[in-house]
């Protein structure tokens, strides 16, 4: 297994628990080891159950969408890294457009974020991506630069190796307008020139996913670019039909490249 390459489905706000089950109980039984590791990234109810159904599945991990700044104590409603941690689940997401824009006094307390991640071994997938209105402007690269400096730049040259990047731009999550595979390994290529100075040659092998409309159909191409090292996929990772495909996308690509 290439645990480089990346396919990580986003559910969001969806499924109940018996549905959630339902989905992962049918992937590994179609997928039961992956050429690429598979993470599914579950709402808080499923952590536990999903990740003990994923634990005879070497290639297969259980991710959070997001988790406290605060290590514990008197917040009603959130989820701390350590309870995360604690049902099994290895990564979490950090930093999803869509929490930034529902919650947007939340964009400080990011590297907090990833720091109570790492503090419990979690792998923070760390989100960045521009909205339409600063592409248009010839902005996205300025944003998707301060988006990484704030959240990631505190971080120390071991810590680096514990972190994904997901570049995920607003205009094309769930819109169904994917940005074009030269447009994505552009900003791909971008992030690994910009993070050089900060973590070195890892640079050139931090795992950076692109998300934003990905589906069985555009995948291949997405996955075959060279700075792309795999997806993180809302509305396709949904299905097991589609899933399994975008899974199979992955595996002919590292099999091109072999
Ligand atoms: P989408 O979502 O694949 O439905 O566009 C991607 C994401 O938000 O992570």
Not at 45 to 53: D, G, N, P, R, V
Not at 181 to 191: C, K, L
Not at 227 to 251: H, P, Q, R, T, Y
């Amino acid at each position: 297994m290439n645990a480089s390459r990346i396919v990580a489905g986003n559910w969001k706000m969806n499924k109940t628990l018996a549905e959630g089950l339902d989905l992962i109980r049918e992937v590994c039984a179609r997928k039961p080891a992956t050429e690429c590791l598979t993470i599914m990234a579950t709402p808080y109810i499923h952590l536990a159950q999903a990740s003990e159904m994923v634990s005879g599945h070497a290639s297969y991990r259980i991710a959070a969408q997001d988790c406290s700044a605060h290590a514990g104590g008197a917040y009603t409603g959130e989820i701390s890294a350590a309870m995360i941690a604690s049902t099994g689940a290895t990564h979490v997401i950090i930093g999803h457009s869509e929490c930034r824009q529902y919650n947007p006094t939340s964009k400080a307390v990011l590297p907090r974020k990833i720091d109570q991640a790492l503090a419990h071994g979690l792998t923070p997938i760390f989100c960045v991506g521009e909205m339409l209105s600063a592409r248009d402007k010839n902005r996205h690269f300025a944003v998707v630069y301060a988006q990484l400096k704030q959240g990631l730049f505190h971080l120390s040259e071991d810590q680096w190796q514990k972190v994904i990047i997901a570049y995920e731009p607003v205009w094309a999550i769930g819109t169904g307008r994917t940005a074009t595979a030269e447009q994505a390994d552009e900003m791909h290529r971008y992030i690994r020139k910009r993070l050089a100075p900060v973590c070195g040659d890892y640079a050139s092998r931090i795992p950076i996913l692109y998300g934003g409309s990905v589906n069985p159909k555009n995948a291949s191409h997405l996955f075959a670019q060279p700075n792309i090292s795999g997806g993180l996929i809302g509305g396709a990772s949904l299905k097991a039909d589609d899933f399994v495909s975008l899974i199979e996308a992955m595996e002919g690509v590292l099999r091109n490249e072999r």
